[in-house]
């Protein structure tokens, strides 16, 4: 009965999300009260697309109606030209994508570091997401404060030695440069048994963008699944969005079927749509 009860729940909750239902407005004394905007956006995270050129993946963002992009350098490298950068914004802006972060870039040395934040640069974005060592916070700090761009790390649960998990990331730069924060990977997050929404509240402060995904379970064995097949409770999860008034963006980050993502990646975007409409 309650597996039962569940899928019905996820099944309105997508209704929603595709207009087929419509969300009544509340009325109180013969007046509507319209609901209040969101301060957050549903983006895609570029890894979503890691088996496929920009023109598909913007096919698929099209499908789904999403509108942000965290950018990965298998559609813009590194090395990008500005003629190729120029290029690459003309197609988002024909697809009415807008590219809002880089990311995640993986930097090994002070170089590596120079490079993601001269892309960045280059690209015209704030906010880089990336996976630096322990040892070049402090280098990561120095340039935000010459760049004035935003540096999230990405936690990778259980198995990275890193970044397990939000508050490791949050302890490392807590006394850092005020633009040093997460990337929160609300997933790999439940992954190493942590609680996504009480982290989400206790390091607000620090998220700058949000890798959002349900997974199968609370240990290393978890895997990515549909937004609502998995155990963490995506709707908690957005009233906590709303309670802290996040402000930046919800990247969906779609990691099974990922040579043939459109029907979980539509699935995901329309529980999700349909959670904040109904919630």
């Not at 402090?138 to 004035?148: A, C, I, L, N, P």
């Given at each position: 009965?309650?597996?039962?009860?569940?899928?019905?729940?996820k099944s309105i909750a997508g209704l929603f999300a595709a207009n087929m239902?419509?969300?009544?407005?509340?009325?109180?004394?013969?007046?509507?009260?319209k609901k209040t905007p969101d301060t957050f956006n549903l983006a895609m995270a570029g890894y979503s697309f890691v088996h496929f050129n920009l023109d598909q993946a913007l096919e698929m963002m099209k499908k789904t109606d999403v509108h942000y992009l965290c950018i990965k350098d298998f559609h813009?490298?590194?090395?990008s030209t500005p003629e190729q950068i120029q290029a690459f914004?003309?197609?988002?802006?024909?697809?009415?994508?807008?590219?809002?972060?880089v990311g995640p870039i993986y930097t090994k040395t002070t170089a590596d570091i120079d490079n993601a934040f001269e892309y960045a640069k280059k690209v015209g974005v704030k906010l880089i997401v990336g996976i630096p060592s322990h040892a070049d916070l402090?280098?990561?700090?120095?340039?935000?404060?010459?760049?004035?761009i935003k540096f999230a790390i990405h936690n990778h649960g259980p198995e990275d030695k890193l970044y397990p998990n939000a508050a490791s990331v949050y302890n490392l730069v807590k006394n850092l440069d005020e633009r040093v924060g997460l990337c929160f990977d609300m997933g790999h997050n439940q992954r190493d048994n942590q609680d996504p929404?009480?982290?989400?509240?206790?390091?607000?402060?620090?998220?700058?963008?949000i890798h959002l995904k349900n997974v199968t379970a609370a240990n290393k064995d978890g895997k990515t699944c549909e937004l609502g097949r998995g155990i963490i409770d995506i709707s908690l999860f957005v009233k906590m969005?709303?309670?802290?008034?996040?402000?930046?963006?919800?990247?969906?980050?779609?990691?099974?079927?990922?040579?043939?993502?459109?029907?979980g990646i539509a699935e995901s975007v329309g529980y999700f749509r349909g959670i904040c409409d109904a919630s």
């Open positions: 009965m309650n597996t039962r009860r569940g899928f019905v729940k239902i419509s969300v009544p407005e509340k009325r109180v004394a013969g007046s509507v009260i813009l490298p590194l090395n914004h003309a197609k988002l802006k024909e697809a009415d994508v807008k590219g809002y972060a402090k280098y990561v700090e120095k340039k935000v404060k010459e760049y004035d929404s009480n982290d989400l509240w206790k390091y607000s402060k620090r998220i700058f963008d969005l709303r309670k802290i008034k996040y402000a930046g963006a919800c990247s969906l980050e779609y990691e099974k079927d990922m040579k043939d993502p459109l029907a």
